[in-house]
């Protein structure tokens, strides 16, 4: 069993630029979101997509887009990059949104920006 | 809204001596409560988790039980190993996440485990 990859590990942009990260979910999982990870903080949800519609999102401004293909693999995209998005994007997948499908996170992608 | 807070780090304990990382909570109604660990470079893993309020979750050695009255969701180990230095998160799901699987983390507690 495949668990969640995410590409690429690290990343390094400049200010203004867009950059799109990559999410393969775990085999048989149609539920995925996606988290924002600050140096020393914990995640905070940035959206989830079931079945290729956004079905939540936290409180991140429209320049952070996403999109879920029909594999249930997403893309999260963010626009007019600024310093404070540097962080952890964290992907995480599930079989459903209920509760007793736990979330599989994957490593995730540090990005960095300058 | 909903909200976590967890015991400051950095934790240092020295093997074989016992945990507790507080965790306290503020949700509307009845949240699923969560922790999960985050080993360097690694993504985070469920540890356990309690969905009602006296449950107890646990896994590795690891507890910890939802209390309602305290809202509190305190992880406890009774001997660490150096194995289970990472980064303690507590996290929650409430009613009000909608049809999302959203989860609020606390801030996360760092624990270094000595030999």
């Known amino acids: 069993e495949t668990g969640v990859t995410q590409s690429p590990t690290h990343l390094i942009k400049t200010r203004g630029q867009q950059v799109t990260l990559r999410c393969s979910s775990q085999?048989?999982?149609?539920?995925v979101s996606w988290y924002q990870q600050a140096l020393g903080q914990g995640p905070q949800f940035i959206f989830q997509?079931?079945?290729?519609?956004?079905?939540g999102r936290g409180n991140f401004p429209p320049r952070f887009s996403g999109l879920q293909f029909p594999n249930y693999s997403s893309e999260l995209n963010v626009n007019a990059l600024e310093l404070d998005d540097s962080a952890l994007y964290l992907c995480?997948?599930?079989?459903?949104?209920?509760?007793?499908?736990?979330?599989?996170f994957g490593n995730g992608t540090r990005l960095t920006v300058t | 809204g909903n909200s976590v807070t967890q015991m400051e780090g950095p934790v240092t304990l020295s093997e074989e001596a016992f945990l507790t990382i507080n965790c306290t909570y503020t949700a509307t109604g009845y949240p699923s409560l969560f922790w999960y660990v985050q080993y360097p470079g690694e993504g985070l893993q469920l540890l356990l988790k309690a969905t009602k309020a006296d449950d107890k979750g646990s896994n590795k050695g690891f507890e910890a039980t939802y209390r309602k009255e305290t809202t509190s969701f305190h992880l406890e180990k009774g001997s660490v190993q150096v194995s289970d230095s990472a980064v303690y998160f507590c996290?929650?799901?409430?009613?009000?996440?909608?049809?999302?699987?959203?989860?609020?983390f606390g801030s996360g507690t760092q624990l270094t485990v000595l030999p």
């Open positions: 997509y079931y079945r290729e519609e956004e079905n």
């Open positions: 085999s048989g999982h149609n539920t």
């Open positions: 996290a929650l799901r409430g009613i009000s996440s909608g049809s999302a699987r959203q989860l609020t």
């Open positions: 995480a997948s599930s079989f459903s949104t209920g509760d007793n499908s736990p979330l599989h």
